[in-house]
């Protein structure tokens, strides 16, 4: 019989795990991949962006009250503190991004690995849990083999089914339905977008600094690097407003905008002056020194621009309107296997706010991704997922 079993040895398991395990808790940590941490390790392209300075409830496509007790059981100072304390050097990009200083993911996984070690705790791969039956003050769990554990108390980590070839999975979700849960249906986030408009592909390969904006319902807007691809676009200011999308995409196809000129103040005020100065030029000639050279063409092409007659003598206006707000359609989002995080999973208004514990099944705790919480990308998911596993092992431990 164990205190406290973790099903997950991801993010959220490991650190829960750690905390239930110096609070002196038997624990115990099932895994059913090869290896813990695996989704961890591929993070951040390897590097594993771990939180931000930024962190806070607006951050997040959930409950803002939640977050905000999340945070006071861990905030970004705590993060900090906690990695620095397991002997990981870190080091902050721009955004308020942080990293491991050695710039590898394992940096994070390793130390997680062993300081559970120190504290003797056990971690199960190849163990996939199937079923869980809660019975008098205690859980029976059955893996996929038929083995069985008791345990106290459970805490699902099982994250969520985005990336299924890094461990992604729907068995959290089924595991907390099976108890009496239910789901915001889970679909993907930080993940690329399909448009329709086959005329961007001209742009394949272009990277450059945009605002996105959604324009239908729900709203969202993002600005940053966009990248042009073969099928629409990829990058941060495509991947912040991909939940937003993806929730959207249930009603058909989304519109949204894509401003060229982000940082100007004042933008009338602006191309007011620029027509002064070089509306003699040719549009090509015009627009030099303020867009890439493959975006003006595809812009003169879009809005039939007559490419010998001087900007000053054409309708100028509606040209800098659309580059201050391109229209798009958004068809799909890119297949599972290219999400980095999901948009839904089991409803937050289920579980208890500072303890992370199931209202429906009372000893039974959920963290992470497998909630309905999402963050846009910058180090925010994992935020949650330390968040989260440190308010349940606080509980656990008063418990
Ligand atoms: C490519 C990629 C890059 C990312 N980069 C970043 C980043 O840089 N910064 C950031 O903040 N976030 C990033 N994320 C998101 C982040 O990795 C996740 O939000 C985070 O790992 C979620 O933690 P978790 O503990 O909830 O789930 P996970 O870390 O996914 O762990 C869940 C674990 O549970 C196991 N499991 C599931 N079901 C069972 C079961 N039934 N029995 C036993 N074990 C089970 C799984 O195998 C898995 O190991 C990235 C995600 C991807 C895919």
């Not at 690995?113 to 003797?120: C, F, G, R, S, V």
């Amino acid at each position: 019989m164990y205190d406290v079993i973790i099903v997950g040895a991801g993010a959220s398991g490991l650190l829960c795990a750690l905390e239930c395990a110096r609070a002196g808790l038997h624990t115990l940590v099932l895994e059913k991949s090869q290896q813990p941490g695996r989704k961890v390790l591929v993070s951040g392209n390897g590097r594993c962006n771990l939180t931000n300075r930024y962190v806070s409830p607006a951050s997040y496509h959930a409950d803002p009250a939640l977050i905000e007790t999340a945070l006071k059981h861990f905030s970004f100072e705590d993060c900090l503190r906690y990695f620095k304390d397991l002997g990981v050097l870190l080091t902050e990009e721009a955004q308020g991004r942080i990293f491991p200083a050695t710039g590898k993911s394992s940096a994070i996984v390793e130390t997680l690995k062993l300081a559970l070690k120190e504290e003797e705790v056990e971690i199960k791969c190849n163990v996939e849990i199937t079923q869980i039956k809660a019975a008098a003050a205690q859980f029976i769990l059955t893996s996929k083999e038929k083995d069985v554990w008791h345990t106290r108390k459970v805490v699902l980590a099982c994250g969520s089914c985005a990336y299924p070839q890094v461990t992604g999975t729907t068995r959290g979700y089924e595991l907390a339905q099976s108890v009496g849960h239910h789901l915001v249906q889970p679909l993907p986030a930080l993940s690329g977008l399909c448009l329709k408009e086959r005329a961007f592909t001209r742009l394949s390969g272009v990277k450059c600094q945009v605002r996105t904006t959604v324009t239908s319902n729900p709203q969202a807007q993002a600005e940053g690097e966009l990248i042009f691809t073969n099928y629409g676009v990829n990058g941060p200011a495509a991947l912040n407003i991909s939940s937003a999308v993806s929730r959207a995409l249930t009603n058909g196809p989304v519109s949204i905008t894509i401003n060229f000129l982000p940082h100007l103040q004042n933008q009338t005020v602006f191309w007011q002056e620029r027509l002064k100065q070089f509306g003699f030029r040719k549009p090509k000639d015009f627009f030099a020194g303020l867009l890439q050279e493959n975006i003006i063409n595809l812009l003169l092409d879009f809005r039939g621009v007559k490419k010998n007659t001087p900007m000053a003598e054409q309708s100028a206006t509606a040209l800098f309107e659309t580059l201050c707000a391109w229209p798009a359609t958004v068809t799909a989002l890119r297949p599972w296997q290219e999400a980095m995080a999901v948009t839904g999973g089991v409803k937050t208004s289920e579980i208890n706010y500072n303890t992370f514990e199931s209202r429906i099944c009372p000893g039974l705790y959920l963290t992470g991704e497998l909630l309905d919480v999402d963050g846009k990308s910058g180090g925010y998911n994992l935020h949650f997922a330390w968040a989260s596993a440190f308010a349940a092992a606080q509980a656990l431990k008063e418990k």
